[in-house]
């Protein structure tokens, strides 16, 4: 099957956050399965630096009428070595700051045309007007990024195109636009609608993807059905709920190629996955050491490696801190996001440097170390469309602390009695997202922290938990399959 993979952040190229690891790692995961998989990126300077073997393949002209034209560059990714395509125009994509934003985290103010531009080229290079020989039957798009592309194919209306895939990896973010960008971006009024990609007088990029695409995915099951209601579904509840027979749940994997501790070039103790009790205490004492944390085993060890918003429940992090504290636990986190919440953690850090330490920034490295060095993963989400740090955890022998929502429900089991004694429990869940619930939960993994043996028997349940991409990417093929059969 040929599979045309649009996305707008692709790891190792450019990353975010988790959009960028399934991009990364999907489709690998198909080629491995036996796929014909491109990967359609925008040529962000960095993307472009780091891909390998680039060659420019075609002309797109100016579509958009951006004044520059856009050129198709053929590649490689990065460790998988699947093939590439990154549309070059540096007019769009050569930007200062991050994919989105600027350096001040601002929106670019052209992002309608930034990726309206992603969408476009995918939609063409999925039909008989495209410079390259090579058509997708498949064309599968992610995110609000690339929300455009199924509806530029039904614009188009062609004889022939191909079948279309839209996954939301978070339907949060809608890329809504003012109305007049309708026509800017070549597409009819017509469809400007309530059954169109009209959402309260602006234009939605995520919502043209979910009514123009021939299925939707998202990234749990859980998730799957928590959109359908309010307010998980973010005002999409009631398309989604009217598209259900076309909407599927499939739960994200792990890349243990770059996230598995025997292999990680980021640790300076590598340790085998069965063998957390060494590995992990090595790496706990080079990190407490390094942060300025008290030097001590026995001191619980919490990490966080996250966007810092409500969202992910980082409000609640800052409210049981109290807690935190008063049981001799101890807290490292990395992250950035909203100033006020990036402030609260790094005045707790200040007020208990030997407790609490902050980092405010993006890095790769710091986030595998922590894995390896910490006890527990704190993600108290809010909503977690299906969250893939958790699944890091597991592997390095870090006991997930959890908010029973999307991927975490599906994915984390907690620790009861029961739990504990048939070996199944992986974590600790709490029900209600509030201050008291995750206190208590944090409580109870401390609690159990301090019992090793019951402790032990929660990391190797994890530690044994598979989560590669291959069960996954297979329900993609099947999913894929039913559609181009159909
Ligand atoms: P989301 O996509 O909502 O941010 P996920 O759990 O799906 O959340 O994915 C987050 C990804 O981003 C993980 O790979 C995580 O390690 C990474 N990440 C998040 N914040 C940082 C950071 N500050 N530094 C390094 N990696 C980070």
């Given at each position: 099957?040929?599979?045309?993979?649009?996305?707008?952040?692709?790891?190792?190229?450019?990353?975010?956050?988790?959009?960028?690891?399934?991009?990364?790692?999907?489709?690998?995961?198909?080629?491995?399965?036996?796929?014909?998989?491109?990967?359609?990126?925008?040529?962000?300077?960095?993307?472009?630096?780091?891909?390998?073997?680039?060659?420019?393949?075609?002309?797109?002209?100016?579509?958009?009428?951006?004044?520059?034209?856009?050129?198709?560059?053929?590649?490689?990714?990065?460790?998988?070595?699947?093939?590439?395509?990154?549309?070059?125009?540096?007019?769009?994509?050569?930007?200062?700051?991050?994919?989105?934003?600027?350096?001040?985290?601002?929106?670019?103010?052209?992002?309608?045309?930034?990726?309206?531009?992603?969408?476009?080229?995918?939609?063409?290079?999925?039909?008989?007007?495209?410079?390259?020989?090579?058509?997708?039957?498949?064309?599968?798009?992610?995110?609000?990024?690339?929300?455009?592309?199924?509806?530029?194919?039904?614009?188009?209306?062609?004889?022939?195109?191909?079948?279309?895939?839209?996954?939301?990896?978070?339907?949060?973010?809608?890329?809504?636009?003012?109305?007049?960008?309708?026509?800017?971006?070549?597409?009819?009024?017509?469809?400007?609608?309530?059954?169109?990609?009209?959402?309260?007088?602006?234009?939605?990029?995520?919502?043209?993807?979910?009514?123009?695409?021939?299925?939707?995915?998202?990234?749990?099951?859980?998730?799957?059905?928590?959109?359908?209601?309010?307010?998980?579904?973010?005002?999409?509840?009631?398309?989604?709920?009217?598209?259900?027979?076309?909407?599927?749940?499939?739960?994200?994997?792990?890349?243990?190629?770059?996230?598995?501790?025997?292999?990680?070039?980021?640790?300076?103790?590598?340790?085998?996955?069965?063998?957390?009790?060494?590995?992990?205490?090595?790496?706990?004492?080079?990190l407490?050491?390094?942060?300025?944390?008290?030097?001590?085993?026995?001191?619980?060890?919490?990490i966080?490696v996250?966007?810092?918003?409500?969202?992910?429940?980082?409000?609640?992090?800052?409210?049981?801190?109290?807690?935190?504290?008063?049981?001799?636990?101890?807290?490292a986190?990395l992250?950035?996001?909203?100033?006020?919440?990036?402030?609260?953690?790094?005045?707790?850090?200040?007020?208990?440097?030997?407790?609490?330490?902050?980092?405010?920034?993006?890095?790769?490295?710091l986030a595998?170390r922590l894995m390896?060095a910490g006890?527990?993963?704190?993600?108290?989400?809010?909503?977690?469309?299906?969250?893939?740090?958790?699944?890091?955890?597991?592997?390095?022998?870090?006991?997930?602390?959890?908010?029973?929502?999307?991927?975490?429900?599906?994915?984390?089991?907690?620790?009861?009695?029961?739990?504990?004694?048939?070996?199944?429990?992986?974590?600790?869940?709490?029900?209600?997202?509030?201050?008291?619930?995750?206190?208590?939960?944090?409580?109870?993994?401390?609690?159990?922290?301090?019992?090793?043996?019951?402790?032990?028997?929660?990391?190797?349940?994890?530690?044994?938990?598979?989560?590669?991409?291959?069960?996954?990417?297979?329900?993609?093929?099947?999913?894929?399959?039913?559609?181009?059969?159909?």
């Amino acid at each position: 099957m040929r599979v045309l993979f649009a996305s707008s952040e692709v790891y190792p190229l450019v990353k975010t956050g988790g959009l960028a690891d399934v991009s990364g790692a999907l489709p690998a995961a198909l080629a491995q399965a036996g796929q014909d998989v491109r990967v359609l990126l925008p040529g962000y300077s960095e993307a472009l630096t780091k891909a390998e073997g680039k060659r420019q393949i075609a002309s797109l002209g100016d579509p958009l009428g951006v004044g520059a034209e856009a050129k198709l560059i053929s590649a490689k990714l990065p460790g998988s070595g699947v093939p590439l395509w990154l549309i070059d125009c540096p007019a769009l994509y050569d930007r200062k700051g991050g994919p989105y934003q600027d350096e001040d985290g601002s929106e670019y103010t052209d992002n309608h045309l930034r990726f309206g531009l992603l969408s476009w080229a995918a939609a063409h290079l999925s039909t008989a007007g495209s410079p390259i020989k090579w058509r997708p039957e498949v064309l599968h798009c992610h995110d609000w990024q690339t929300g455009l592309a199924p509806a530029y194919l039904q614009a188009w209306d062609l004889a022939e195109r191909p079948k279309t895939v839209f996954t939301i990896h978070n339907i949060a973010y809608q890329g809504l636009f003012p109305a007049e960008t309708v026509s800017r971006l070549g597409l009819p009024w017509d469809m400007y609608q309530m059954a169109g990609f009209e959402y309260y007088d602006s234009l939605s990029f995520l919502k043209a993807g979910l009514v123009y695409s021939d299925r939707v995915t998202t990234v749990s099951p859980r998730y799957a059905k928590e959109i359908q209601a309010a307010p998980h579904g973010c005002g999409l509840e009631g398309l989604l709920a009217e598209r259900a027979a076309d909407l599927t749940g499939i739960i994200n994997g792990a890349d243990y190629a770059v996230w598995d501790p025997s292999v990680d070039t980021n640790l300076t103790h590598r340790y085998k996955p069965a063998d957390f009790i060494t590995g992990k205490a090595a790496n706990k004492a080079e990190l407490q050491a390094e942060l300025g944390l008290a030097q001590d085993p026995d001191a619980p060890l919490l990490i966080i490696v996250s966007r810092l918003n409500d969202l992910k429940g980082m409000d609640l992090v800052l409210a049981v801190m109290p807690a935190i504290l008063r049981q001799g636990a101890q807290l490292a986190v990395l992250g950035t996001g909203d100033k006020a919440l990036e402030d609260g953690f790094k005045a707790v850090a200040d007020a208990n440097p030997t407790q609490v330490a902050v980092k405010i920034g993006y890095s790769e490295t710091l986030a595998h170390r922590l894995m390896a060095a910490g006890d527990m993963l704190v993600m108290p989400s809010r909503f977690e469309p299906c969250g893939l740090t958790q699944f890091y955890a597991f592997r390095y022998g870090t006991v997930p602390v959890v908010h029973v929502t999307g991927g975490l429900a599906d994915t984390v089991v907690d620790t009861t009695y029961d739990g504990l004694m048939t070996g199944t429990a992986t974590g600790f869940a709490f029900e209600h997202a509030n201050a008291g619930a995750f206190q208590w939960t944090v409580e109870r993994a401390v609690a159990m922290f301090r019992q090793k043996d019951q402790w032990r028997k929660v990391q190797t349940a994890g530690v044994y938990q598979d989560f590669g991409w291959d069960r996954s990417a297979n329900r993609y093929v099947q999913l894929y399959n039913g559609l181009t059969a159909s």
